[in-house]
């Protein structure tokens, strides 16, 4: 039987951001606010995507921004509570929809109550006169992965919102964390929950390498994203073909964990130069292998741009409405184009590990042919792309082959506008 690992599609939200929560820790004493409900009212806009669960950014206790954990046992007071995070959870099982979290376990936030406690001064790394922190950020102190007690609190942590049930688990800056760590932690978590999925979050390096010592089922995919933009913008395609050929070749290991856009980049609607390319991005992202994310707001065409600075974010991790009625109608038709290429996955279930090769390439234009792996049956998808200014037609043969989608609908099936897209299928 297969796994529903092998055929996630997730919507990724920000929950501190996408509920309009204060940007700092509420005082002691304060209230509980209850927003994490309002995900509730989303669900069925999640399902209707198409997508088969929530992927969450943080929602533990935290300084700020989430990722200054200051309590991996307490849901964020300014999200809600124990059982708020029940009622999710129950919501989204009702609808089919499985929960994966985020887990920050790198480091903490620097008021985090272990810190600074002489009986827990082995939880952190000494460097010069202070500690070491991530990245520079001074608010965010390493923890010491060298240490048992640190080793067993994770396995405990993990273990705890997988038996309260989630699913799964984004592992944040795992690039910076000994792969040997999550081999030993996994050891443990594992037997407990065979069925939980544990994805890291890698930026650069050996993608197969860190997957295979650490155990983990996949790593993010920021090579193909990069391509993905990058390309269309240069209008050089011999980009992504390079990029396609490094993916294919991580499918031997591992699914990566593919997306467009996610809670620490500039959104693709406001990083592509042409917003006639968005659907070039998607049609590539939907038809090559991978587990994809959408992250929320991406799907209505939202804009938003990184800054490299404090608060940077925040235009990327903005609060949705209460309702999905309450959404500006702009951003539908980029909702629904995300229902058929999704759909079109879904109908094609062995796009998650298809091979995807390149008949044809040039600067300007490419097809990308995918296919089924050996033993999963018949299965051929044909990803037409041109970003040039003129029509294109791509000399290939077309018999079997009937257009799934496209920039615009009817003509040749291998004749493709102006910067236009189309996608083939088996008749």
Not at 373 to 380: D, K, T, Y
Request: hydrophobic share 40%; net charge negative; proline share 7%.
């Amino acid at each position: 039987m297969t796994s529903w690992k092998e055929h996630a599609i997730w919507w990724h939200v920000y929950p501190l951001g996408f509920t309009g929560a204060e940007t700092a820790a509420p005082p002691p004493g304060a209230p509980v606010a209850h927003r994490l409900r309002k995900l509730e009212g989303w669900l069925d806009y999640a399902r209707d995507l198409g997508c088969s669960g929530l992927q969450l950014g943080p929602v533990f206790a935290a300084e700020t921004h989430g990722y200054d954990t200051l309590d991996h046992f307490r849901i964020d007071p300014r999200l809600g509570d124990d059982a708020d995070f029940d009622r999710l959870v129950a919501a989204a099982r009702a609808r089919g929809l499985r929960i994966v979290l985020d887990g920050v376990f790198n480091h903490v936030g620097r008021g985090h109550p272990f810190f600074g406690d002489p009986a827990y001064a082995h939880w952190f790394v000494r460097e010069g006169d202070g500690h070491r922190v991530f990245e520079g950020h001074h608010g965010l102190v390493t923890l010491n992965h060298d240490h048992p007690d640190v080793l067993d609190h994770v396995v405990r942590v993990l273990d705890h919102w997988l038996a309260r049930g989630a699913s799964g688990w984004r592992l944040d800056a795992a690039y910076a964390m000994p792969a040997a760590f999550w081999h030993k932690a996994l050891a443990q978590v594992r037997p407990l929950h065979p069925e939980a999925w544990f994805g890291g979050e890698v930026i650069h390096g050996d993608y197969a390498g860190y997957v295979a010592e650490s155990g983990l089922d996949s790593v993010t995919q920021y090579e193909l994203w990069k391509a993905l933009w990058s390309s269309l913008n240069d209008g050089n395609l011999f980009e992504l073909a390079w990029a396609l050929k490094r993916h294919d070749a991580l499918l031997e290991t591992f699914v990566p964990l593919t997306f467009a856009g996610n809670h620490d980049v500039t959104r693709l609607a406001s990083r592509l130069d042409d917003e006639r390319h968005v659907g070039h991005a998607l049609a590539v992202l939907f038809t090559v292998a991978g587990l994809p994310s959408v992250y929320y707001g991406d799907e209505q065409g939202f804009r938003g741009v990184k800054e490299d600075r404090a608060g940077g974010d925040d235009a990327v991790r903005p609060a949705f409405p209460d309702r999905p009625e309450e959404l500006s109608p702009a951003g539908w038709p980029v909702y629904r184009l995300h229902q058929r290429l999704i759909g079109l996955r879904r109908r094609h279930p062995w796009l998650v590990r298809a091979r995807t090769s390149l008949p044809h390439l040039t600067n300007t234009t490419a097809a990308l042919e995918s296919a089924a792996p050996e033993g999963a049956g018949p299965g051929r998808v044909l990803t037409l792309l041109n970003v040039g200014d003129e029509p294109y037609r791509f000399p290939l043969p077309a018999a079997g082959l009937a257009v799934a989608d496209a920039s615009e609908p009817g003509g040749d099936p291998c004749l493709v506008p102006a910067h236009g897209w189309k996608i083939l299928t088996l008749a």
